[in-house]
Structure formats: C-alpha cells, structure tokens
C-alpha cells in the first residue's frame, strides 16, 4: 500500500464503464440493460431493494458472472469474457455477502493468501518458485518477509494485532468482516467492490468500518463501489449512488439527489 | 508450564517466520532426529527394523504425500496404491535398464515419473469434485494395477511377475536387497523420509500451502482472490505424487526388496487414507503419527490377543479388524484433526500447567 500524491482527487477519469448490461439465469432476469460507471478515486454506492440485482452486479464487474448482453470497460480495455482470478490480476478486488473467508487458516495466513497475486507467472517460473520455497533460502524467504511487512501493516490499519494467529473461523463476525477486507486490501486493489460491508454489525463495528474505508480511499486513492441498505452509510460515504430495481438502474447521482428522487422513494416503500 | 510461547519473543517477522519458531518444538524435532538417526540404529534388531521402523518410515512419506493433496488441498484421492506401485515399478525398470544410476536418482527419478502420473490423473479435478474425483482416483487406482499386471515389459517379461531389486550401493555401502543390512536400508529410507519432510513442512507453510489451504477452504473465493484453481490443484496432485512415488520406491527397494502389482493394491490405498485420517488432515507431524498408530497397532493387538489371551489367529483379525474400523468411525465423528489436533490440545494444556485457570 502507497499513499498517493493528491488523494481524495477524483479526477474526472472512468475507471470502470458498464454498458447496457443484461444478465439472466434460466428465466429469472436479475440485471436488464444496466449502464453506469465508477470514476478513478471515488466511492460509488450501488443501493437498492432486496433481490435488486446489486450482487449480481458485483459478480458480473469481477468476473464471476458472464453477462448475457453488454459490455464492461476497465482501464480504457473492453472484455467480454473474463474468469475471476484474471479480474483480481487486474486489480479488482472484492468481499462478499456472506463473509467468505478460508476458515482453516490463521488471519495472518487469510491476509497473506491476499498476496498469492503477486507472485511470477509461468510455469517455470512457479515451479522454481516452489521449489525455492521447499528450502526456504534466499529469495523465497526474502520474500515471505516482504510479503509479512505488508500484511503487517494492513493488520495495523485495521486494527486486528490482537488476532493475527486465530483460524478464523474461531472469530466473531464483526471481526472475520474486517479479516475480510484486510484480505482484499492485501491485493493493493485499484478497484475494491464491497458487498453490504456492514450488514449485521452493531453501531460501533459500522463507525470502525466507515473510517476504514473513508481512510482507505483518502490515503491510498482506492476506487470504492459497495453495496449498503444502510442509507445513513450511504449518504456519508458516498460521492455517487446508482440505484437498482427488479434489475433496472432507476436512478443515479449525488446522494442528495438520488433521496429526492421520486422513483427510489416508492422503490423503497414498495410502491411499483 | 513446560511449554510456553510466552517470553518468546519475535524481533523480526523471519525470526517468526522461521520452520520451528517455538523452541520446545525445536527442541522436540531435534530430539526425534537424534533417537531416529543415531539411538534407534544403536538399539533396534533386524525384526525391529523389517517389521516396524522400516515400513513406518515408508508409510509416513506416502502418508505425508496423500495429506498435501486431501488435508492441505481438499482434493479427495483413492489412488495412492496405484501411484506407490508406479514408484516401485519406476525404481525397478530404472535400476534394471539403467544399473550404472545411482540409488538416490533411482528414487529421484521415480518419484518424478510418478508426478507426471499425478498430473495426468489430476486434470479432472478442474471439472470435478468430491465423490466424482474419488471414483475417478479409484478407476487410477484399478487401470495402474491392471496395466503393471497386464504388460511384461514392466517386470521385464519375469514369469513370476514380480520384481526384485538388485543390490546396489551408496559410497560403498549396499543399501537394497537382502544382501543389504537392514541399518543400511533404513538409513536410505530415513534420509529421504526426513528431507521430504522438511521440504513439505516449508511448502505447506508458504504461499503454495496457502494457496492450496484456500482452494480446500472456498474454492469460489480463492479464484476471487487471484489464486488459479487448475494450477494450484495440479501442484497439489504434482507434489503429493512425488512423495508417494518416492515411498512407493522405497517400499520396493528399501524395505521389501520384492514386490509383485497386487501388493499395490485398493487396500493400500485405503490404509494410507486411515493413517491420514487418524493423524490428522493438514498436518505434517499427524502424518508420522498417524503412521506410526497404523503400522504399530496390528502388532500391539496381536501381541494382546493371541500372546496374552490366547486368542485363535483368525478371531485375533476379525477384532483387529473391528477395532479398526471402530477407531476411523471415532476419529472422522469425534477428532477430523486427529493424533495431531489431540497432540496440540495437550500442548495449550501444558502451556499453562500447572495452573488451569
Ligand atoms: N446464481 C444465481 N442463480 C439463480 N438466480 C440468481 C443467482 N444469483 C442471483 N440470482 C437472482 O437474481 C436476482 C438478483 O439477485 P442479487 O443477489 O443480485 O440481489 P441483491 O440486490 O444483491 O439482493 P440482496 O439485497 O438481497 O443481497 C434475484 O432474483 C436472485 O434470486
Ligand atoms: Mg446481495
């Protein structure tokens, strides 16, 4: 992580563009011909009812659906299909949902795991790797130094010293939230995408959570989208909002504007 | 308070970072090194050898070998009889055809051959999970048994269809065959069995392990994290093979001297599952004990039943036998971790001995 020369810059320059974005499985459509785009520096909130399509959109930016209709710009490259792994090579990081941690593993080692991207491509190249590792000499265990420094330091960011060598599993799920985005952060994402970050935790664990991710894009210029029901979250945090319905982008704009907006109110209190 | 980490502490993360960072568990894996390499060849009879430490050492690698790839990587395998044969007929055919190689790169080699077997067997595990890769290890498992049965030229057209190795030597000692002496053969299947092991120790603890812990964990959230699940699960199949190789070519070479196909058989591969189960999926340590439980406890109930009570033969296996399957019920119900996690909860019970509280 490097903090950046002029941060909380939004520069004007997209990062991410979806376009007329359709996504349906069997019958059920979950995204019909959505557009919007994220901007370098900014914290984009997508909101919505339940069952919006808010997930799936996620899914779709990172890879892990393929849309059936559109197309998504990423750094100025337009892919159709893409696997996820390449989506995270390419700096799109991302939490989920329901927390989706490697519950075997230690927190340091569910950080750690965060920076397995970083390491040499080919199969060469992996398994000498590999095999300087199994000797733990030399560059491999320069490395792991490296690589612990890193770590060391989002787990100082996020406060989490006390349960560095806990599985995770063992951890209450406030906590194994922040384990998760600590994983994500490790990635050093330009892009993180984050699924309802706040969903079940208490007053407190929220305010923890909204100065991590204010300071994350303050101090290191990380590109934010997520996903909140929380509207007084959403109306702190965020710099742009889309709103999602049945599927469909029925607003998008400042969060002052997007609460005005008529449709969003009766979206919310259920009116069709 | 005998063992503590407390007071320990870390000045740099490679300090932390280091195999054994705990002193008392350096201090344990010293201690073992020291009665394995210099008490145990002083003390132990040829019986000793031949009936118990050879064969642990040999099922402890191949124990090790399947671990990385079921505990460490969640990939389920019934195949390790089939791989351990593919060591054992690899050893041979090179240590027939090629007599000038030395022992070492015989085994080298052999466990080589039997990764790129791994390999091959292991593409599936992109496409499939769980029971459909178990049935899929198992027909391995059938098609390497039927071909080493089936083909001559891999006991070199012997009637018998066994195969035997030649004596052969490292600095001028002989460490195969019945020529060998038994100190020998087990010092060739210790210096592989401890150097694996090591080696396992490291990879498993650094990013490949990781790597593969992820995948065993949340195979959809490590592609999400960057983590390539076919390159990642084939390492897994590469590696683990390469142990089970090199143990299926100590089996023939440093403990048995003579094996034919069938001794490689289904019920290997379920006894190398046992041992990694009763161990302790995940766990290096759990593999040497899980081993040593399998390979002691048919000698420890024999002894009880038919030399203490009398016990016909035949009833004395029919108990073993109960006995056995009574054990993998406890452990898979009460400890999946096995000796190894039981082993741990008497640590962090000792560490704060004598006082509880
Ligand atoms: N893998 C899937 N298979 C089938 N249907 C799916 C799948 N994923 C999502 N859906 C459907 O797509 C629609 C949108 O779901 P999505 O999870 O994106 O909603 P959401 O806005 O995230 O809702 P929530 O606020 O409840 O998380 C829903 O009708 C859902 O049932
Ligand atoms: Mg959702």
């Given at each position: 992580m490097s903090a950046v020369e002029n941060?909380?810059?939004?520069?004007?320059?997209?990062?991410?563009?979806?376009?007329?974005?359709?996504?349906?499985?069997?019958?059920?459509?979950?995204?019909?011909?959505?557009?919007?785009?994220?901007?370098?520096?900014?914290?984009?909130?997508?909101?919505?009812?339940?069952?919006?399509?808010?997930?799936?959109?996620?899914?779709?930016?990172?890879?892990?659906?393929?849309?059936?209709?559109?197309?998504?710009?990423?750094?100025?490259?337009?892919?159709s299909k893409m696997r996820s792994h390449v989506a995270a090579k390419q700096g799109i990081a991302r939490t989920f949902q329901n927390v989706a941690l490697f519950k075997g593993m230690s927190t340091l080692d569910n950080l750690m795991t965060g920076r397995l991207l970083k390491q040499r491509e080919g199969i060469l190249q992996q398994t000498v790797d590999m095999l300087l590792h199994a000797v733990y000499l030399g560059p491999a265990k320069r490395q792991e130094v490296v690589e612990r420094k890193v770590v060391e330091e989002i787990i100082d960011f996020l406060e989490i010293e006390a349960i560095r060598k806990t599985p995770v599993g063992r951890l209450p799920y406030g906590l194994q939230k922040r384990v998760e985005l600590g994983r994500a952060i490790a990635m050093e994402p330009e892009l993180l995408l984050l699924d309802e970050p706040m969903a079940g935790m208490n007053l407190e664990e929220k305010g923890d959570m909204s100065r991590f991710i204010i300071d994350l894009n303050d101090q290191y210029g990380t590109t934010i989208a997520l996903i909140e029901h929380d509207m007084g979250v959403v109306m702190d945090l965020s710099d742009r909002v889309v709103v999602l319905n049945y599927g469909e982008k029925i607003?998008?704009?400042?969060?002052?504007?997007?609460?005005?907006?008529?449709?969003?109110?009766?979206?919310?209190?259920g009116v069709s | 308070m005998l063992y503590r980490e407390t007071g320990q502490f870390k000045t740099s993360y490679s300090a932390d970072q280091a195999i054994f960072p705990i002193f008392q568990d350096r201090m344990f894996i010293l201690g073992w090194l020291i009665v394995a390499f210099i008490a145990v060849p002083l003390m132990a009879s040829e019986y000793w050898f031949q009936i118990i430490l050879i064969p642990f050492l040999v099922f402890s690698l191949a124990t090790l070998g399947l671990n990385i790839l079921v505990g460490y990587c969640g990939q389920i395998s019934l195949g390790t009889g089939g791989f351990m044969a593919v060591g054992a007929f690899s050893a041979y055919k090179l240590a027939t055809n090629v007599?000038?190689?030395?022992?070492?790169?015989?085994?080298?080699?052999?466990?080589?051959?039997?990764?790129?077997?791994?390999?091959?067997?292991?593409?599936?595990?992109?496409?499939?999970?769980?029971?459909?890769?178990?049935?899929?290890?198992?027909?391995?498992?059938?098609?390497?048994?039927?071909?080493?049965?089936?083909?001559?030229?891999?006991?070199?057209?012997?009637?018998?269809?066994?195969?035997?190795?030649?004596?052969?030597?490292?600095?001028?000692?002989?460490?195969?065959?019945?020529?060998?002496?038994?100190?020998?053969?087990?010092?060739?299947?210790?210096?592989?069995?401890?150097?694996?092991?090591?080696?396992?120790?490291?990879?498993?603890?650094?990013?490949?392990?990781?790597?593969?812990?992820?995948?065993?964990?949340?195979?959809?959230?490590?592609?999400?994290?960057?983590?390539?699940?076919?390159?990642?699960?084939?390492k897994a199949f590469a590696v683990s093979s390469f142990f089970i190789g090199v143990a299926g070519a100590l089996y023939f070479s440093a403990w048995s001297g003579t094996a034919e196909s069938d001794a490689f058989d289904i019920n290997l591969s379920f006894n190398i599952l046992f041992m990694v189960i009763i161990g302790g999926l995940g766990s290096v340590v759990g593999s040497f004990m899980g081993a040593a439980f399998i390979v002691l406890?048919?000698?420890?109930?024999?002894?009880?039943?038919?030399?203490?009570?009398?016990?016909?033969?035949?009833?004395?296996?029919?108990?073993?036998?109960?006995?056995?399957?009574?054990?993998?019920?406890f452990f898979l119900a009460v400890e999946p971790h096995g000796l190894a996690r039981m082993w741990q909860v008497t640590k962090e019970k000792l560490r704060i001995w004598p006082f509880p509280h």
């Open positions: 941060p909380r810059q939004i520069s004007g320059e997209v990062l991410l563009n979806v376009e007329d974005i359709s996504l349906s499985f069997g019958g059920v459509k979950a995204i019909r011909g959505v557009s919007f785009n994220i901007l370098k520096g900014e914290i984009r909130a997508i909101i919505g009812p339940n069952g919006a399509g808010k997930t799936s959109m996620l899914n779709v930016i990172n890879g892990f659906y393929h849309p059936q209709e559109g197309k998504i710009t990423y750094k100025g490259e337009t892919r607003a998008d704009g400042t969060p002052n504007e997007v609460s005005a907006n008529q449709d969003v109110i009766d979206a919310y209190l | 007599p000038e190689l030395n022992i070492i790169f015989v085994i080298l080699i052999s466990g080589l051959i039997t990764a790129l077997v791994g390999i091959l067997f292991g593409l599936p595990s992109l496409r499939i999970k769980g029971f459909y890769l178990a049935v899929a290890t198992l027909a391995a498992q059938f098609f390497l048994i039927w071909m080493f049965n089936k083909f001559g030229w891999f006991v070199n057209y012997s009637p018998s269809g066994s195969i035997a190795i030649p004596p052969m030597e490292i600095f001028g000692v002989m460490v195969t065959s019945a020529k060998a002496d038994p100190v020998a053969r087990y010092y060739l299947a210790l210096g592989f069995t401890v150097v694996l092991a090591l080696l396992a120790k490291n990879l498993v603890r650094g990013p490949t392990g990781r790597a593969w812990m992820a995948i065993r964990d949340m195979d959809i959230a490590a592609e999400i994290i960057g983590i390539k699940p076919l390159a990642t699960k084939l406890l048919p000698i420890f109930l024999t002894n009880l039943f038919v030399g203490e009570l009398g016990f016909s033969a035949l009833t004395a296996k029919h108990l073993e036998i109960t006995i056995f399957g009574a054990l993998i019920i």
